[in-house]
């Protein structure tokens, strides 16, 4: 065998060498996550996959709730999970039942709540605590989220504004679905969900936040599931969702990055 020929099979042995070694290092990561981080998430995952080599599926579903797509019931049903992406206190409570990984846990974004209407209709005032409470009195129908921020508005806003009586009947819980369409369908003429989830949807106008007396910051954050089978890519994808590199990115989508070094 000449020295040429030898050399050549050496080549194609290295370059096979580093094939497979490529090959061998990629994962696929199971990542579940909730509505508001999605935006950010799906725009970041494709310069994640080209820097890591690994590739992102993506399974979505609320924070809490019963709803089939609910993280909460994924995980019971046994569906594969490396990463989950949800609300933080959401993430704190299946982890003290066992289901993520405490050491894993990173806090990733606030998150705002805001006012929608449908494009085109006039916006109300909502520069106070007195000028929603008007709002709301005035409106004949109201649409809030199932996750967090619906949560909040249920349960303490219209009691904070001590309007409870005058919202039954006429303000209701949207399941699984983005409180945005529901307003651009017109079968709400006020939606209550956070900015990030408002924000992709058409035919809508987001008035704004809510005031600062009535907001709610609810803090979005990443932890790495018991049971996952890529829990070390898994870290990697959450280190670079906590970056310098993804937060202009979670800024546009309507959240406010949370500077913070993500676990090696």
């Not at 520069?127 to 709002?135: G, Y």
């Not at 303000?171 to 209550?192: C, D, K, L, S, W």
């Not at 280190?239 to 202009?248: E, H, Q, T, Y």
């Amino acid at each position: 065998m000449t020295f040429s020929t030898r050399l050549r099979l050496f080549g194609l042995t290295l370059s096979a060498a580093i094939l497979l070694s490529t090959a061998t290092q990629a994962a696929e990561i199971h990542v579940m996550i909730s509505g508001g981080m999605t935006a950010a998430f799906k725009s970041l995952v494709p310069e994640f996959e080209r820097r890591s080599g690994h590739k992102v599926d993506i399974a979505y579903g609320p924070s809490m709730g019963t709803t089939a797509n609910a993280i909460p019931v994924r995980l019971e049903r046994g569906e594969p999970a490396d990463v989950l992406i949800m609300v933080g206190y959401a993430l704190s409570d299946l982890t003290t039942k066992g289901k993520v990984m405490p050491d894993s846990l990173v806090e990733l974004a606030n998150s705002p709540i805001g006012v929608a209407v449908k494009s085109g209709t006039p916006h109300p005032d909502i520069s106070n605590a007195d000028a929603v409470k008007r709002m709301l009195i005035a409106a004949k129908t109201i649409a809030y989220s199932d996750s967090a921020s619906g949560v909040y508005v249920s349960t303490e806003m219209f009691d904070k504004l001590g309007i409870r009586e005058e919202m039954k009947g006429k303000a209701r819980m949207i399941p699984a679905t983005p409180v945005g369409e529901i307003v651009a369908q017109g079968e709400a003429e006020i939606g209550f969900q956070q900015i990030s989830e408002l924000k992709p949807v058409k035919g809508i106008d987001i008035v704004g936040p809510l005031p600062a007396g009535l907001q709610k910051i609810t803090v979005f954050s990443a932890g790495i599931a018991t049971n996952a089978r890529e829990p070390e890519a898994g870290k990697a994808l959450i280190k670079f969702l906590s970056s310098p590199d993804a937060r202009k990115t979670i800024v546009e989508s309507g959240l406010d990055p949370i500077v913070r070094k993500a676990p090696n």
